[in-house]
């Protein structure tokens, strides 16, 4: 029983290993194979490895560096036996046979040569724009996050079939398009980089607020955006607008503990015991976005939100928060990046600030937008701003209806509780 527990202890210490080095494995192998699907199955072929002998030697001193050379090495393996099978087919020319050899030279070579920014290459091309928003989002958490299709499958709400196809049309589609393996120059950078801090983000909003299923909150997915988010500070730090993303997701994830009571019910933001807000999460996210303003960078889509959100860390109590503050900065961010959704959250700030009908105003005048039609915070806001001004039918109405858009249960049970205490208020 001992040596089976014994085995177990080491495969969890490889998983543990796994999810460190994954990514710069699959990063160094691909700047040499220059195909990220390859280096993948490159990479998973050296996992197999270490769980065959991993368990009878013993995790060695340098788990990445055994792994890295025994993928290369596999790699290595494989061309040569691709240039054997081609030899014998009679199908390979000289130039493709010339080529053939200088890619296992550089196998060779590169068989103890550092990482470098591998891994900034590999993000920049699991976010490649040639992908769909969906594709790159699940792309990156694969081969960046280290988390396995079905650990995403599970935190997207979708059968593990359905992701695994997602990842290997991505996949292909990279090859296919022939997405070179580099960090962008020039003008594309700017470009790209937005493109990356989107899907970094998108996945931490998808931990921090569930679309759908039962739970609020999906913390791992918040914590995989929080890892990849430092990642890119290390390896991007002049870049101002990745501080101040990492700076916005510290600040919001501090707030993690006091966000759902005893059973998992939401929390609202002006109701949380803020003495369960972490303040080194804090102390991380203030400084971040000092970094960014300091690169000049205050003015920034993401450093703006991250403002914002350092005038609620800094409160010690909901009746200190600085709504005025709060409000210029969202009129400052809609101007940055005009969206109904920003207005949105505009109307809130200036419902806290100038009153509830002020609120009530704005809200009002995003009726007709499109694009608010079937989001469910736009009955939710208003509802708050109907409950403040004392017009308790109106409110029920406008809660049951937000409660009738959400796909998220928790949020559900909230909102449908807020029109039934609004009933309770009139009977």
């Known amino acids: 029983m001992a040596g089976a527990d014994g085995v177990e202890e080491t495969r969890r210490a490889i998983d543990a290993v796994w999810r460190i080095e994954a990514p710069r494995l699959i990063a160094g192998l691909a700047r040499m194979v220059r195909d990220v699907g390859l280096a993948e199955d490159l990479a998973q072929d050296a996992l197999v490895a270490a769980l065959e002998t991993w368990p009878a030697s013993g ?30 087919h009679g199908e390979l020319g000289r130039d493709a046979d010339a080529r053939r050899e200088a890619a296992v030279e550089e196998l060779e070579a590169a068989l103890d040569d550092p990482v470098g920014d591998d891994l900034l290459r590999l993000i920049f091309t699991a976010c490649h724009p040639v992908l769909s928003t ?6 990156t958490l694969r081969m960046v996050g280290g988390l396995t299709t079905a650990e995403i499958a599970r935190a997207y709400l979708v059968p593990e079939p359905t992701m695994a196809q997602r990842i290997v049309r991505a996949k292909r589609a990279l090859s296919d398009a ?3 393996f580099e960090v962008p120059r020039g003008a594309e950078l700017a470009a790209r980089v937005a493109s990356v801090l989107e899907v970094v983000y998108l996945i931490f909003n998808e931990g921090y607020l569930a679309s759908a299923g039962e739970d609020l909150l999906r913390p791992a997915l918040c914590d995989d955006a929080l890892r990849l988010g430092r990642i890119l500070a290390e ?13 916005l997701m510290e600040i919001q994830a501090s707030r993690t503990a006091a966000r759902t009571g005893a059973h998992g019910e939401p929390v609202l933001l002006l109701d949380q015991d803020r003495s369960r807000w972490d303040p080194l999460l804090i102390r991380r996210g203030l400084a971040a976005l000092a970094r960014a303003e300091a690169l000049g960078g205050a003015r920034g889509p993401y450093a703006l939100q991250a403002a914002i959100a350092a ?5 010690r109590a909901a009746d200190e928060t600085d709504w005025p503050r709060i409000a210029a900065l969202y009129a400052e961010l809609a101007r940055v990046t005009p969206s109904p959704v ?8 200036v419902g806290m600030a100038d009153g509830p009908e002020a609120g009530l105003r704005l809200v009002d005048a995003l009726a007709g937008e499109a694009a608010l039609a079937g989001y469910h915070l736009l009955p939710a806001v208003r509802g708050d701003l109907l409950e403040r001004l004392g017009r308790g039918p109106d409110a029920r109405a406008e809660f049951e209806r937000a409660a009738a858009l959400t796909a998220n249960a928790r949020e559900k049970t909230l909102l449908l509780g807020r029109a039934a205490a609004c009933a309770g208020a009139q009977s």
């Open 235 to 247: 390896l991007a730090p002049g870049e101002p607008e990745v501080h101040g993303l990492l700076a």
């Open 134 to 139: 969906e594709s790159r989002v699940a792309l």
């Open 311 to 315: 005038c609620h860390a800094r409160a």
């Open 59 to 88: 995790i060695p001193d340098r788990p990445g560096a055994w792994l890295m050379t025994t993928a290369r090495r596999r790699g290595i393996d494989q061309l040569r036996r691709r240039d054997l099978l081609d030899r014998k």
């Open 342 to 349: 920003v207005e949105l959250n505009r109307a809130v700030a």
């Open 178 to 180: 022939a997405v070179p």
